[in-house]
């Protein structure tokens, strides 16, 4: 395949990465993308850092962000790019979510305390980036370095599941017809993020028919949704044949990224799955927010 390599889908330590936007830059040269967008929990703090590290490293910067929002079954994630960071309505719901994803850590920290005397709110908060928006990576990072896990993966799989309710507590956060609204208004393209996965909160799983995915794709296409994540590694392979039918269906476009938090956190390297030139176009064309910042040599 030629044409150049992009990864939509990065985080940093402004949200729950374990790298600063600048490394996770440098580590998406590293592995030869050309544009990169990073899309950090409910915050754009790390924009102007990434697209500074952008044009050191002679790479595309798009801004992007993953915002937070609800169905009823549980929490999703809404992929945002090319939006106004200014545009009042979305800053005032990623201000809030972040505030409650603060209350959240907290919360879940004291009840891991009960069984795990050493997870203290000041050791918690070591493992995070003051300032970033907080998730349950921070507790993983700490259960691995009190040897309760050997891995992040290990932490997810088991004690910090969000099936287990002697830990597991949620977060504020709109709800996913807000959510597109609200990236919309604020000139963003809004995409879904990995939508057929297992193991979390999950738009489509294989037990249901083809009328009932095809019909909330179809309610979320007609409410603004521009596209969907389906080359994501947590999206089963099965889940992706069929996203791919619907997503032509309607129309969709659909997007590949690697969703990389840092190295030692999920086993995926930037660019471990991409999105193709023609899809980038696409979304591209639909944005009035804010601008991709081009390497001089493309
Ligand atoms: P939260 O949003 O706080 O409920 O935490 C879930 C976040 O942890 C999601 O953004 C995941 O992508 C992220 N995460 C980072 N590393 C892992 C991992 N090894 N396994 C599962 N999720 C992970
Ligand atoms: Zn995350
Ligand atoms: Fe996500
Ligand atoms: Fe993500």
Redesign the pocket.
Known sequence: MTGPLIDLHL?STCS?GNESPRTVIEQAALHGLDIVALTD?DTTEGWAEAAAACADAGISFVPGM?L?ATVPGG?V?MLAYLFDPTEPALAAECAQIRDD?YWRLDAMTDRLAVDYPQMTHEFVHSFHTEGGT????TL?RALQALGIVD???E??DTILS?DNDRYYVG?YAPTVERAIDLIRAAGGVPIMAHPWTLG?TSIAFAEMGDEAVHGIFARMAARGLAGVEIDHEENTPYGRERLRIIAAELGLIVTGSS?Y?GRG???VSPGAHTTSPEMFDRIVAQASGSAVQWAVAI
């Open positions: 985080h729950d929990h993953e937070s929490s994630h994803r907080l998730g349950r990576p993983a891995t992040i993966s932490a997810f969000a977060h979390r969703d938090h956190m999920k086993p």
